[in-house]
Every structure is written in structure tokens, then in C-alpha cells.
């Protein structure tokens, strides 16, 4: 028998679960209302009304043993149900992952879970294929063109948005519901792909952003971790002596708009108004632009910041050439992972706000699982991602990870794993109030998307920085740009 449905009776029995609960619960399970009738009446429930066969089999069951007939019904009617509900899964179950980080030290784990999903699913056979982010757009494209899809796919919620406008998706507010809403932790609305109204994409899980830095520097300096703007602008420039800068943030696209248009959301401005009307030429976002190109102007961050790589940066903080820095779990990770007494050096806050009161706002990352509508299995593709969410194996993968990646359940969140631990709370508080770039008040939008792989929001800090636009300029010809694409969609 199924180790949740027998839990879910053994609660049941124990009076500590409802008959109102029971009913919604096993029914989730796939049981049919004639089955928990039966276990029901089984179990001495008057409140039960069975049809005449299932009272017969139920007055049979409690003659022969009252104290273990309600048990056997129930298991019988539970694991029946399940396995007539198995019986509609069969064939292939394919998924396109993106758990290529790491060096792939993911893929094993998600291959051992398809595996178990095989064995839990008789008549199911499943492939995962791993992609990078350029090699899973492109061969998707071209999977769609030809009608061929897999089942499952997984993405950042911008590329998953625009499969779901273009009708590439299945609606998922039935799985959503099976693994019960209630059991997610509270995201910003971007948090999920949403379009008119109708959820294609479930979070995975998600990543932001906060400011790490070495606490010896910050010692030695007699600074504080900063809590707004000032702060982190006088302790940046404190911090940069000699061939060591105070702070740095990724200029290469995407990283720029991801660092300055949270600040802009925190000082008050939304890319998006209530209406879906463009928004980015209003003061907050002024602010916030020329704050993030303040850095190099003031010498804090290096000037050739604009011609380094991700890795580049990264590099610089690791070596201590840098002492704060705009950045993610994954970083920490893989600090950690070359050199363990340097990473118990390094600590983390929230994103300063431009004002004491502010709300603090960081980038919103992460990877959304979703169907394809045209792929030959939609009912394995939703049978497998409703897999993938459960406990303990869930919380169990989302920890090895190391907290690169944040886990999107309640009950794998609250652990001390990660309640415990500085850098991963830190990340966690980030986490309930990150954006992306339409802001929290319209939601996403599909040509969010486009705006970002076209540098629409990164442009804006890279010409500031290098003289080609004044803010004002760089902030009149990012809107310009956002209402094109807007009329385009």
C-alpha cells in the first residue's frame, strides 16, 4: 500500500484527521467517492452513505474482524484506487532539464528520481535529456516547429512565459491545486508563469540576490554592513584602498538590469503600473540608475567592470580583491566547495534601501517546470512534475544543492538547514520580496523577456557608466524601448 495513503488512514483512525480532511485528502490521492464510502462505513462512519454493494461488502468486512476490517477496507479501497489511477499513466515521459550546474552533479540524483517515478508507475518509461540555457531554447524551437515536444519541460519563468502565450503549454492549476497551493512558500506574483489568468509554470525553485561580503575587510575598515544607499555608498568608498575595490556587481547582460531595476522597485517605481502601462521614466528609477553608476564614477568598483565576465567578477571577490558584492547562493557554493575557510569568512544582508522604511528588493531567479500541450503523454508530463514535489525527496534534493538553489515548500524551507545558517536566512528574507523587472504590482508580461535578451535594461548602466547617455537620456530611451516591444506582442 501506498506509504501516504496509509499514514493518511492510521491518522484517520487515531481521530486526528477530520472526515471533511480524509475526504479531501484521499480524494487527491484518486480516490473515488464510492471506494471512501466503503472504507467509511468500514470504519463505522454513520455520517457515510455507500451504495448497496459497497454496505454489503462493509457489513461482510466488519463481521468477520470489527478491529481490522476498517484497515483492510481502507487499504484496499486507497491502494485500488491509486493503482486504477496508475493504470491511466503508460508509455514514454520525457524531460528537458536545465540542472546542468555544477558540473552536472544534479543529473544523477533527477535520473534516480525518474527511475523511482518508472517503478511507482508500471507501463511508464522515462529520458531526461540535460541542456544548457542557449542549446534548450534552440532545440525547443525547433521541437515545437516540428510538433514534437517532450512532456516536461523546465525554464526560467521569462522563456516559460512566452511558450504559454504562444499556447505551447497545458494549464496547471489542477497540479498546482494536487500539491495544494497552501504548501508553497509566498512569492511575489512573478513567481509563477501566469497568463490571463491561468498558471503554466510552477516554480522549481528559485534564487535572488544579496550583498555578500568578507568580514575580515569589513573589520579592518571599522565598517558596518550597509542597510541603505549612504551607507553602502560611504562604505564602498572606505573600503577601496590600494588595488582593492569596495564593492562590484555583474555588467555583463543580463547582470546589470538585474542589479539596478530591484532598486528602482524598492525606492518606489514599477515597471508595469496597475493598468500594464510602462512605467521606467519616473523618478525611483532615475535614483536608482544613477546610484548603480555611481560605483565606478566614485572609484569604489573597478572601471574595467564593463568588460568582465561573470566569472570574472566572481574571481575578484574570491581572491579579496573585492570586499562586497551583488550576488547568489550559487556563488557562495562554489566558494565554499575550492576553499572552506574562506566562505566561513563571508557573510551576507538584504539589499540596502534607498530610504530607512523602504521595502528591501533583489532580483527573482529560479526554474519553472511546465507541460508541453503537444507532446504525446500530458498526462504523464503532469503525473511526473506532481512527482518531483514530494517529500522528503524534495527537501532532500533542494539541500544538496547546498543553497544554490532555494526550495519553493513550506515544509522544505522551515528545516534547520537553512533557518540556521546566515547566508542561506539571508537569502530567504531576500527572497519574499524579489521581483523580476515588471514589478510586483502588473506581473510579468511575455515581452519582459524579449526585453531582456535584447540588454533593454542592462543598456541603460553600461552607456552611463561609459558617457554615451545621461540617465535621463538612458532612462527615456529604455521606456522607448519596453512600449516597441509592448506594441510588437
Not at 544523477?108 to 531554447?137: C, D, H, M, Y
Not at 550576488?327 to 551576507?348: C, K, S, V
Request: aromatic fraction near 10%; hydrophobic fraction near 40%; include cysteine.
Amino acid at each position: 500500500m501506498d506509504l501516504e495513503a496509509k499514514k493518511l488512514i492510521e491518522a484517520y483512525e487515531a481521530g486526528k484527521v477530520s472526515r471533511r480532511n480524509f475526504m479531501r485528502r484521499a480524494a487527491l490521492m484518486g480516490v473515488g467517492f464510492g471506494s471512501l464510502s466503503t472504507f467509511l462505513a468500514a470504519c463505522g462512519d454513520n455520517t457515510a452513505t455507500p451504495a448497496a454493494s459497497a454496505t454489503t461488502a462493509a457489513a461482510s468486512a466488519t463481521t468477520a474482524a470489527p478491529a481490522a476490517s476498517a484497515t483492510t477496507a481502507a487499504a484496499a479501497a486507497v491502494t485500488t484506487a491509486a493503482a486504477a489511477a496508475a493504470t491511466k499513466i503508460s508509455g514514454q515521459v520525457e524531460i528537458w532539464s536545465r540542472e546542468t550546474f555544477s558540473n552536472g552533479v544534479r543529473q544523477p540524483i533527477i535520473n534516480a528520481r525518474l527511475a523511482e517515478f518508472e517503478k511507482a508507475n508500471p507501463g511508464v518509461t522515462t529520458k531526461a535529456q540535460f541542456l544548457i540555457f542557449q542549446e534548450s531554447v534552440q532545440k525547443t524551437q525547433a521541437a515545437l516547429a516540428a510538433g514534437s515536444p517532450p512532456e516536461v519541460g523546465q525554464q526560467g519563468p521569462d522563456v516559460a512565459l512566452s511558450f504559454a502565450a504562444a499556447k505551447n503549454l497545458l494549464p496547471l492549476d489542477d497540479v498546482v491545486a494536487s500539491i495544494g497551493k497552501d504548501k508553497f512558500v509566498e512569492l511575489q506574483r512573478e513567481a509563477y508563469v501566469e497568463y490571463q489568468g491561468v498558471t503554466y509554470g510552477i516554480p522549481w525553485y528559485a534564487e535572488t540576490r544579496v550583498l555578500m561580503y568578507h568580514k575580515d575587510l569589513l573589520e579592518k575598515a571599522g565598517v558596518q554592513p550597509p542597510t541603505t544607499w549612504d551607507e553602502w555608498s560611504a562604505a564602498a568608498k572606505k573600503l577601496s584602498t590600494g588595488d582593492q575595490y569596495g564593492f562590484i556587481f555583474g555588467l555583463e547582460s543580463p547582470g546589470a538590469g538585474q542589479f539596478w531595476i530591484p532598486l528602482g522597485t524598492s525606492a518606489g517605481g514599477t515597471v508595469l503600473d496597475k493598468d500594464g502601462k510602462v512605467s521606467v521614466n519616473t523618478q525611483p528609477f532615475k535614483d536608482a540608475l544613477t546610484f548603480a553608476s555611481s560605483f565606478i564614477k566614485d572609484k569604489s568598483m573597478p572601471e574595467a567592470a564593463v568588460t568582465y565576465k561573470g566569472a570574472e567578477v566572481i574571481k575578484l571577490f574570491q581572491l579579496k580583491k573585492v570586499a562586497m558584492i551583488y550576488t547568489n547562493g550559487q556563488t557562495f557554493e562554489d566558494i565554499r566547495g575550492i576553499d572552506p575557510t574562506l566562505a566561513a569568512n563571508i557573510g551576507a544582508v538584504t539589499i540596502p534601501v534607498k530610504n530607512k522604511g523602504d521595502t528591501s528588493r533583489s532580483f527573482l531567479g529560479g526554474f519553472h517546470l511546465f507541460a508541453f500541450a503537444k507532446a504525446k503523454n500530458p498526462e504523464g508530463a503532469k503525473a511526473l512534475i506532481k512527482y518531483m514535489y514530494q517529500n522528503p525527496w524534495y527537501s532532500d534534493y533542494m539541500q544538496k544543492t547546498g543553497g544554490a538553489a532555494l526550495p519553493v515548500l513550506k515544509d522544505s524551507i522551515n528545516i534547520d538547514f537553512y533557518q540556521k545558517d546566515p547566508i542561506k536566512k539571508s537569502m530567504l528574507d531576500q527572497l519574499k520580496t524579489a521581483v523580476r523587472y515588471a514589478g510586483p504590482v502588473f506581473g510579468n508580461t511575455p515581452y519582459m523577456g524579449q526585453a531582456e535578451s535584447q540588454a533593454v535594461f542592462n543598456t541603460p548602466v553600461i552607456n552611463v557608466i561609459t558617457g554615451k547617455s545621461t540617465v535621463d537620456q538612458a532612462i527615456a530611451d529604455c521606456e522607448a524601448a519596453l512600449n516597441k516591444l509592448k506594441a510588437a506582442q
